[in-house]
């Protein structure tokens, strides 16, 4: 945003984590990364943009083992990216659907194998749906597609799914969570499943390049009567005014 890395020091150490969960070697320093990064938005006079980094074991004979000594690959890319997009979707809210979730047993880590994600999002899309909730057999909501999910109660706690290997640990989320506190706005980190987020006072949805949008319907069902509620609209605000501390980046 504004040319500047946001949450830069988040998502990198939960780059860290995943490769070390991966056994995957850092192919440089996180000085030397953020280095390129700067680089690469200024040659791209990128100001409102995406920075991607997609890491990979590196290449080798076909096998399932690891081959000795291979050489990660790294690629950054940066693409513009219009955030103001987000104000008319927060001022509307959004609707989701809910799906099985069909993932591996490790969602805490964050790698390319997204099909099950993949499938669960153009099939949400397909319906109209914004975001498709994926739900564990316990019934329970674990997250969305590429979103962390959230409920508000009825005497106004914010409520997301504990981190488990069933949820992404989203930096967006960890803003929020930091954002509500700093309110006074009380959080819980618990399950909830889709008739309580149907019945809520609010519901709400967050990613890196989402943050916090309301869900006004889930399933066909309005929430809040459909209309986006107060909470959300506080979170959202808290969240643009982290954004614009760190970057400089005002809508
Ligand atoms: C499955 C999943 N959950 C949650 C998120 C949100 O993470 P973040 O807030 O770090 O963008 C993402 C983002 O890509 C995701 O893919």
């Known amino acids: 945003m504004n040319g500047r890395l946001l949450d830069w020091s988040g998502h990198i150490v939960r780059l860290a984590r995943n490769l070390g969960e991966l056994g995957i070697a850092a192919s440089m320093s996180d000085a030397a990364l ?5 680089r690469l938005i200024a040659a791209n006079r990128a100001t409102e943009a995406l920075l991607y980094i997609q890491v990979t074991r590196g290449t080798a004979k076909r096998d399932h ?8 690959t790294l690629v950054m890319t940066v693409r513009p990216f219009d955030f103001s997009q987000r104000i008319a979707q927060q001022a ?39 975001e498709a909730w ?25 409520v997301t799914p504990p981190l488990s290997p069933r949820v992404l640990p989203g930096v967006m989320r ?54 986006p509620g107060p909470i959300a609209a506080r979170l959202a605000a808290a969240i643009w005014e982290r954004i614009a501390d760190q970057t400089g980046f005002r809508l």
Do not use: H, Y
Not at 65 to 72: H, K, V, W
Not at 103 to 120: F, S
Not at 205 to 215: G, H, Q
């Open 34 to 38: 953020a280095l390129v990064a700067r």
């Open 65 to 72: 083992a690891f081959a000795a000594a291979m050489r990660p």
């Open 92 to 130: 509307m809210g959004v609707s989701v659907v809910t799906t099985d979730d069909t993932r591996w047993g490790r969602c805490d880590i964050k790698t390319t194998g997204l099909l099950a994600n993949v499938l669960a999002k153009q099939g949400a899309r397909r319906t109209g749906a914004f």
């Open 134 to 158: 994926l739900i564990g057999a316990d019934g329970s909501v674990a997250e969305g597609a590429s979103t962390n999910a959230w409920i508000v109660t009825g005497d106004g706690t914010v």
């Open 174 to 227: 960890a803003a929020v969570i930091t954002a509500a506190r700093e309110r006074q706005i009380a959080i819980e980190e618990r399950n909830f499943t889709v008739a309580e987020a149907q019945a809520a006072a609010e519901a709400l949805i967050t990613s890196t390049t989402v943050p916090v949008l309301p869900v006004v319907e889930i399933n066909g069902v309005a929430v809040r009567g459909g209309s």
